[in-house]
């Protein structure tokens, strides 16, 4: 992460701290936030986070699943087992 120094004159530093303050962040944060939503566009995407993020928990209702991994086991070794066998 990098650090960037800005100037700002005291109307625009005070005006920074109450939006921030109303907002429950600090000015860093509110500063970090207003940058992050004006170069989002500019930012290549990473399309592996967002699959991951909706991916996430989505077996958790699911009570099969160890007779599932069972089920997929055995088919496996059967595959395993028929590659083994001289043609």
Known sequence: MS????????????ALDSVAAERGVTPQEFVRDAVINI???RIPSQP???????AAGM???RDDIPDLIIQMRKEWNQADASEDQPK
């Open 39 to 41: 170069v989002r566009d």
């Open 48 to 54: 592996w986070k967002a699959a991951w993020r909706q």
């Open 59 to 61: 077996w958790k209702d």
């Open 3 to 14: 650090t960037l120094q800005i100037e700002l004159d005291d109307q625009q530093k005070s």
